[in-house]
C-alpha cells in the first residue's frame, strides 16, 4: 500500500511538473526549447518504471510539429539570386579618381521654323484678351473644278485687347496658351468702318 502511494505521489509530482508546460503555446525559440530540456532532467532522476511510461505517454499524445500540415508547400517561381544566371555587364575602367566634369554644350542657334499666319476677320471680341477670327477659305475643287467656299474659326490671343468686331487682322500660330487658344494676334491689318 506505502508503494501505491509513492508511486501515485511519484505520478502526481510529474503531472504538476508537466501541467504547466502543457499550456504554453509551442514557439519554435531556442528560448522556448530550453526550458523543456530543463524539467527533462528533473523527470529522470526519479528512476521508476511507471515515471518512463508516463514520460513515453506524454510525448506519445503531444501532437508533433507539422509545419508541412499548417503551410502549403510553396511554389517556387524564382530561383534564389545566387543560383540565377549572371548578366556580364561592361565593367567601367578603374578610374585615378579624377573624374571629368560634366559639361553642358550652348544650343545651336537657328531660326525658328515658319509659323503658319492666317488673315480674317475679328468675329467676337467680347472675352478678356481672346478674340474669335473668321478666316475664309476659297479653294477650287480637285475633281470637278467648282470654286468652294469654306471658313474656320480660330481663338486668338490679343493682350491689349485693342481688335474689336470686324477688323481684318493677321493671326500667328503659337504655343497652346488655354485649351482653345493655339494662335495669337500679330497686328491689325484694317480697322472696321
Avoid: C
Avoid at 22 to 30: F, I, L, M, Q
Avoid at 103 to 124: I, W, Y
Amino acid at each position: 500500500m506505502a508503494e501505491e502511494k509513492d508511486e501515485m505521489t511519484a505520478e502526481q509530482t510529474e503531472e504538476t511538473v508537466e501541467a504547466p508546460a502543457a499550456p504554453e503555446p509551442e514557439v519554435e525559440t531556442p528560448e522556448a526549447e530550453a526550458p523543456a530540456e530543463a524539467e527533462a532532467p528533473v523527470a529522470e532522476e526519479e528512476p521508476t518504471p511507471q515515471a518512463d511510461a508516463t514520460a513515453s505517454a506524454a510525448e506519445a499524445t503531444e501532437p508533433a510539429p507539422a509545419p508541412a500540415q499548417s503551410e502549403p508547400k510553396k511554389k517556387r517561381k524564382r530561383l534564389p539570386r545566387a543560383q540565377r544566371p549572371q548578366k556580364t555587364r561592361p565593367r567601367r575602367a578603374a578610374s585615378t579618381g579624377e573624374r571629368k566634369p560634366i559639361v553642358r554644350e550652348p544650343k545651336p542657334e537657328h531660326a525658328r521654323g515658319s509659323r503658319q499666319e492666317r488673315r480674317g476677320v475679328v468675329v467676337s471680341s467680347s472675352m478678356d484678351k481672346t478674340i474669335v477670327v473668321k478666316v475664309d477659305v476659297i479653294k477650287s475643287h480637285p475633281k470637278y473644278k467648282k470654286v468652294v467656299r469654306r471658313s474656320v474659326k480660330f481663338h486668338a490671343h490679343d493682350e491689349q485687347n485693342a481688335a474689336n468686331v470686324g477688323d481684318v487682322v493677321r493671326i500667328v500660330e503659337t504655343r497652346p496658351l488655354s485649351a482653345t487658344k493655339n494662335w495669337r494676334l500679330a497686328e491689325i491689318v484694317e480697322v472696321a468702318k
